[in-house]
């Protein structure tokens, strides 16, 4: 499907929103990449699914950097649950291809919407105390960024929904475990979308475009979670905006 110069406007402002919104959490923001790509009309399995993926570590990879530059990313702990995402997000892209399309959205919304909900819980509750010693990390970050890979490459999602929470139940503040997801999402979203290739195809032009409008919105918030942001704040309001998508996307369904 051809689309006009004002689908490519409007794409391009959503993803600069979307990846601003994301990259204080250090998610990619792949939840809200795809259902855009879809409701611009494009096909799911075979361009918003692969796109999101790109589009989600391009946002996280951007993010990463400038939380490097802040001293907040903990590669140690990180690496783990980086290492398992990657091996097992080209499963979830290669299984992709059987599931039906409805299928496919159900699964999507449901896991959107327990995302919104962990977040608005989350919102209130202050920083966390002292972190879980490395061998608990390690064992723990590789079992849930190994699932969190395989939904990657399934849904278009970086898994930055699982992995930030279970980062936050070991002990991370609030920052460095938006700092070190954004680590770990990299590697699982760019491991799905280079196993979603063999399968899939791109428009050129709405990549580029997509891409540098990623990039800016991250580092801006990448920046702003840094130097700015209150963390409550930031949990609620994404929780809210997971929830109206997930609504959307079940609306969608049950009217088709």
């Known amino acids: 499907m051809a689309l006009t110069s004002e689908s490519y406007a409007l794409a391009t402002g959503l993803i600069f929103f979307i990846a601003l919104v994301f990259s204080m959490l250090g998610l990619g923001g792949g939840m809200l990449y795809v259902p855009v790509f879809k409701w611009l009309g494009l096909p799911l399995k075979t361009i918003a699914i692969p796109l999101g993926l790109l589009l989600n570590g391009v946002t996280t990879l951007s993010a990463f950097l400038r939380y490097h530059r802040e001293g907040l990313v903990d590669y140690r702990g990180g690496l783990p649950a980086a290492a398992a995402g990657m091996i097992l997000a080209p499963a979830g892209a ?18 959107v919407s327990l995302a919104g909900l962990r ?3 989350q919102s209130g509750k202050g920083e966390p105390g002292q972190k879980a010693d490395k061998g608990k990390r390690a064992i723990i970050g590789s079992l849930v960024g190994g699932v969190a890979g395989f939904i990657a490459g399934l849904l278009g999602v970086g898994g930055g929904f699982i992995v930030a929470p279970m980062l936050m139940e070991l002990g991370y503040p609030t920052k460095q475990a938006a700092a070190t997801t954004a680590f770990i999402v990299t590697f699982s979203s760019f491991s799905g979308f280079l196993g979603h290739m063999a399968e899939g195809h791109i428009d050129i032009l709405l990549a580029g475009l997509a ?15 840094a130097n700015r942001a ?14 109206a998508v997930a ?9 088709g």
């Open 119 to 121: 977040s608005l819980m």
């Open 94 to 111: 290669h299984l992709v291809q059987y599931v039906p399309h409805d299928t496919l959205i159900l699964v999507f919304a449901t896991v």
């Open 211 to 225: 891409v540098v409008a990623a990039i800016a919105g991250s580092q801006l918030g990448a920046w702003f979670m």
């Open 247 to 255: 609504i959307k996307l079940f609306s969608g369904v049950l009217r």
């Open 230 to 243: 209150r963390p409550g704040w930031v949990r609620g309001f994404y929780g809210v905006l997971l929830l």
